[in-house]
């Protein structure tokens, strides 16, 4: 199956095809899968949540609450990235509250893509930072969101949000400046 073919059943869903939907998870399963191994990758090391598991968790979200404006693969792939950093989130506040604190790090955004971060990033704190910059500029943080816990490439994103490559490139380094000086405690709460 093609992206043509995910375009057609996005576009059906959009007319009020919700069973449309269904066809969606064969499709894009391997690129789901690789979306989710990768924000795994970054988080603790010891993670209960399984790539199979996450992806399922979030293909329930977005099937559950069907968005009608997805325009195409690229931009179904975000919104699942959204919704697995939400998981995500999810299941470290849940753990969090068990521990009472624990030894997390913070770390910067510098240059890093989404497989450089390592096993101390804290992933509550660049929620809390990702939160305070989108009451800034949402289209910032869903660049962030595509870019960093998604993996997309610049060309992806800016077709996702129907905007020039330029456009990502800029906001992309803005945002990485922002949280990083956020997460290092440069910028005040």
Same mark, same amino acid.
Request: hydrophobic share 35%; proline share 6%; net charge positive.
């Given at each position: 199956m093609s992206r043509n073919d995910v +375009? #057609?059943?996005?576009?059906? @869903? /959009?007319? &009020?095809? *919700?069973s449309?939907? *269904?066809q969606l998870l064969p499709i894009l399963y391997e690129e789901l899968r690789s !979306? %989710? $191994?990768?924000?795994l990758k970054r988080?603790?090391?010891?993670?209960?949540?399984?790539? +199979? %598991?996450?992806? @399922?968790?979030a293909y329930a #979200? !977005?099937?559950? /609450?069907?968005? $009608?404006?997805?325009?195409? #693969? &690229? @931009?179904f792939l975000a919104?699942? %990235?959204?919704?697995? $950093?939400q998981i995500l989130i999810d299941h470290a506040r849940g753990k969090q509250t068990h521990k009472r604190g624990s030894n997390w790090q913070r770390i910067t955004l510098s240059d890093c893509q989404a497989s450089d971060v390592g096993p101390d990033f804290d992933l509550l704190a660049l929620n809390e930072a990702l939160d305070e910059l989108g009451r800034l500029d949402e289209r910032k943080v869903r660049i962030v969101e595509c870019r960093f816990l998604g993996g997309m490439t610049i060309e992806e994103i800016a077709e996702a949000l129907e905007i020039s490559v330029t456009t990502v490139e800029r906001d992309w380094r803005v945002a $990485? %400046?922002?949280? &990083?000086? /956020?997460?290092?405690? *440069?910028?005040?709460s």
């Open positions: +375009t #057609r059943i996005l576009e059906q @869903h /959009k007319a &009020g095809s *919700d449309v939907l *269904d !979306l %989710a $191994r990768s924000q988080g603790n090391p010891n993670q209960t949540l399984q790539p +199979t %598991a996450l992806v @399922h968790e #979200r !977005l099937v559950a /609450k069907p968005e $009608r404006t997805w325009t195409g #693969r &690229g @931009h919104v699942a %990235a959204t919704a697995m $950093r $990485r %400046a922002w949280l &990083g000086a /956020k997460l290092q405690g *440069d910028l005040p």
